[in-house]
C-alpha cells in the first residue's frame, strides 16, 4: 500500500534548466508534505516542506507546488546544477499521525 | 548548526547476536525516529518515540526490536536476534513536534548494519 507515490526513478536534466520532481499520495489526511535530498551513504537531508494549507512555497532555487485537490505535489529545481545530483524522496504527514511516510525516491542526474 | 548523530556508522554482526545502534537527537527535540532503508528499496518507518514511550510503530518493528531513551540524550534501537534480512542502512531522526505544528524531521547519517 504505497501512501506517498513517485512515479519516476529517475530523471535527468541538463545544467541550468528545471527540473521537475513529481510526487503523488493517496491519504487525504495528510496536512503535510516534505522534499528530502539523500547523497550516497548519508542520511536525508531536509530540503523544502509545504503545508497543505499553502500551494506554493519557495526557497532559493527549490519551489513546491502542491495541488490538494490532485494529491500531488512537485518540486522544481532552478537553475538544476550538477550538485544538486542525489536521490529525491517526497515525504507526507498527516496532523495526528506519529510518522513521516516516505515515497521510493527519484535519482536526479544533472549533466553539466 | 545542530545535527542527528548516529553510531557506529557500520556494524558488522553474525545472525542471531543482537546489535545497538545509537542516536543522539537534537537536543530540543521531543520526537524520535528509527527509519530503515534496504538497499535499493525506500526509507521505510520503524518506530516513532515520544515522552518516553512508543508512540507509532510499523509491521516490520516486531518483537525483535526495542528502542530506549536511557538518558537525556541517547536514543537507541535495539535488535534482538539479527536475521539476514535486517541487513540496511538504520536512520535515526527527530523533529522539535508533530501533530502540534507541523515541522521536519531531521536525519543522521546512518548505520549500515550488515548481518553475516
Known amino acids: 500500500d504505497q501512501q506517498v507515490k513517485q512515479n519516476s526513478p529517475s530523471l535527468s536534466v541538463q545544467e541550468g534548466r528545471i527540473s521537475i520532481l513529481n510526487c503523488d499520495y493517496t491519504?487525504?489526511?495528510?496536512?503535510?508534505f516534505l522534499w528530502y535530498k539523500k547523497y550516497p551513504a548519508e542520511g536525508p537531508t531536509f530540503l523544502i516542506s509545504i503545508s497543505s494549507i499553502k500551494d506554493k512555497n519557495e526557497d532559493g532555487r527549490f519551489t513546491v507546488f502542491l495541488n490538494k485537490s490532485a494529491k500531488h505535489l512537485s518540486l522544481h529545481i532552478v537553475p538544476s546544477q550538477p550538485g544538486d545530483s542525489a536521490v529525491y524522496f517526497c515525504?507526507?504527514?498527516?496532523?495526528?499521525?506519529?510518522?513521516?511516510?516516505f515515497g521510493p525516491g527519484t535519482r536526479l542526474s544533472v549533466l553539466p | 548548526e545542530p545535527e542527528v548523530t548516529q553510531t557506529p556508522s557500520h556494524q558488522v554482526t553474525q545472525m542471531g547476536q543482537e546489535v545497538i545502534l545509537r542516536c543522539v537527537p537534537i537536543?530540543?527535540?521531543?520526537?524520535f525516529y528509527w527509519y530503515r532503508q534496504i538497499l535499493g528499496q525506500k526509507v521505510e518507518f520503524l518506530v516513532s518515540?515520544?515522552?518516553?514511550?512508543?508512540?507509532?510503530k510499523s509491521e516490520i518493528f516486531d518483537d525483535q526490536f526495542s528502542v530506549e531513551r536511557p538518558d537525556g540524550s541517547n536514543f537507541t534501537l535495539k535488535i534482538r536476534s539479527t536475521k539476514l534480512e535486517d541487513s540496511a542502512m538504520y536512520f535515526c531522526a527527530s523533529s522539535e513536534a508533530l501533530g502540534q505544528g507541523n515541522t521536519e524531521a531531521f536525519f543522521g547519517q546512518g548505520t549500515r548494519l550488515t548481518v553475516v
Open positions: 491519504n487525504s489526511m495528510f496536512d503535510y
Open positions: 537536543s530540543n527535540h521531543l520526537y
Open positions: 515525504a507526507a504527514s498527516a496532523t495526528y499521525g506519529q510518522n513521516f511516510v
Open positions: 518515540f515520544y515522552n518516553n514511550e512508543i508512540s507509532e
